[in-house]
């Protein structure tokens, strides 16, 4: 066969069909083919290798950022862990796991010695059937609805007398009144002084006030006297500590029966007396502490805790801490970084320290004071700043409302730091009590409805609040509350 023929059948032949006679030539082509692809192939295993590393990376920054931003936004620690272990306990709180060995630490780290646990009890908003309450109230008995109680408490009032000599009226007598809801059971006339409060004791009552003066050159005494659960008076006694003038603050029963009895002496001492049970001094301490009043008083131990305060200075909320002899061992304040404390009252319970107070904004320095009405300079200043003069009760009740928070602090009783607290939106906290089956008593007052008095110099707003109790039992857990059905004033 010569060669033109031979080119003639090769290129007649199909070219499979050569591959197929020529597998040597097929192996050489083959190999060659794979080579291309194979080295594409690897090529495609390089850049997908390559995209795959560079996306797990973005998607482990991704990962490693947001549990920063977690750990951050929970005030949690990262030192000491390494990046996995920080990624690793963002998954496990997340997926609400808690398996993984160093969540744990990581959650006990970050609670500071200073967190202090809260407990918000929710309250009921004022109800149109409680502002119709009110407004029954007001028709049935003549006056704007004030102060209403119920059960057994006592009450003192004073009667004036026109005085021909002085051409005006001067003080006649005062009476301590003990009730039982509104009805009286007994009253004691009391003509030597002028009483300016009373405190409550195991077998009957003590009222305390002053020596009634119309003359700066008059000097005012302080004056107590004690009565019985029956009406009877047991004894009288005026304080006279060599002060021109002086007011006792506070009467507190001791464990033993005696008195302890807390004065103010010309505006700048805090005096602390000791009286038997039979009303016989036993014991006096002066203290120089400039211009605070005295406010509160409490047993603590075997001394007593009292709060101090300055209206001027709108400092509501310095406890200090006092021995059996008068002796002042310790002091400490209470505020926030965004609020205002008012204590309201205290009490030692079961070893702890309970302080009823009420929580307001914490505004800058050029707008808290709306004309030293501190406590609602925020409601002040909404309604001067957009020129209102005139507002419902329905509009300004819940601004009010909004403005406070009822808090009850259980604090250490050595070193004042509260432990927990509980609060009360849209209230204040008022008396504390121990129940005669040992349970914690707190009242709060549930602002109703107020009013809006801009001319009135004693207070701006005005109204009417309900007062609900809530009992707490021997190991300081909340167990019930009511409605007590009581309304208190509230001015301010």
């Known amino acids: 066969m010569n060669g033109k023929r031979l080119l003639e059948i090769i290129g007649e032949i199909d070219e499979r069909h050569i591959l197929e006679a020529a ?12 080579v291309k692809w194979g080295g594409m192939a690897a090529c495609m295993v390089l850049i997908l290798s390559a ?3 560079a996306f797990a990376i973005a998607a482990e920054a991704k990962e490693y950022e947001t549990a920063i931003q977690f750990f951050r936004y929970y005030d949690m620690s990262t030192e000491g862990l390494t990046r996995g272990e920080i990624k690793a306990v963002y998954r496990d709180i997340t997926t609400k796991s808690f398996s993984y060995s160093k969540t744990a630490e990581v959650i006990q780290s970050s609670i500071s010695p200073d967190t202090v646990g809260g407990y918000e ?21 003549g006056q704007f609805a004030g102060d209403t109680q119920t059960g057994v408490h006592y009450l003192y009032r004073a009667e004036y007398k026109e005085d021909p000599s002085l051409g005006f009226e001067v ?4 009476y301590i009144e003990k009730y039982d809801g509104e009805t009286l059971l007994w009253s004691v006339p009391v003509p030597e002084f002028r009483v300016e409060g009373c405190s409550t004791v195991s077998d009957g009552v003590i009222a305390y006030g002053v020596t009634d003066t119309w003359s700066s050159t008059q000097d005012s005494y302080a004056w107590m006297a004690k009565i019985d659960t029956d009406g009877q008076l047991i004894w009288k006694q005026m304080l006279n500590h060599g002060f021109e003038d002086e007011s006792i603050a506070e009467v507190v029963e001791n464990a033993d029966g005696s008195y302890a009895i807390f004065s103010r002496g010309d505006l700048t001492t805090f005096c602390l007396s000791q009286y038997s049970a039979d009303g016989e001094q036993t014991s006096i ?14 047993r603590l131990g075997n001394g007593y805790i009292v709060q101090l305060g300055n209206v001027l200075l709108n400092e509501h909320a310095k406890i200090v801490k006092v021995d059996y002899e008068g002796t002042i061992t310790d002091s400490f304040s209470y505020s926030g970084e965004d609020a205002y404390y008012y204590i309201a009252d205290m009490i030692e319970f079961n070893g702890n320290v309970y ?6 904004p914490k505004l800058a320095d050029e707008e808290q004071s709306a004309g030293g009405r501190y406590e609602i300079a925020a409601v002040l200043n909404y309604l001067f700043d957009n020129g209102i003069w005139d507002i419902s009760s329905e509009e300004l009740t819940p601004m009010v409302r909004e403005n ?4 009850l602090l259980v604090c250490d009783p050595v070193s004042g730091t509260p432990q927990e607290f509980y609060s009360v939106k849209g209230s204040l906290g008022s008396e504390l ?10 009242n709060v007052e549930s602002i109703t409805s107020t009013f809006f008095s801009p001319a009135t110099s004693s207070f701006t707003i005005g109204g009417t609040s309900c007062v609900y109790q809530y009992t707490f039992d021997n190991s300081g857990q909340l167990i019930r509350q009511e409605k007590t059905g009581e309304t208190v004033e509230y001015r301010r």
């Open 23 to 34: 597998p040597a030539v097929r192996k050489s082509r083959s190999k060659l083919v794979w």
């Open 51 to 53: 995209c795959l590393g």
């Open 121 to 141: 009890i929710p309250q009921e908003d004022p109800t149109p059937e409680d502002v119709e309450a009110l407004w029954n109230q007001k028709n049935f008995t």
């Open 171 to 174: 003080f006649d007598t005062s």
């Open 285 to 298: 301490s002066r203290t120089e502490i400039g211009n605070y009043g005295i406010w509160n008083a409490a």
């Open 355 to 360: 302080l009823s107070a009420y929580a307001v």
């Open 404 to 407: 406070y928070t009822a808090m």
């Open 433 to 442: 009590a121990v129940s005669d089956t040992g349970e914690l008593l707190w």
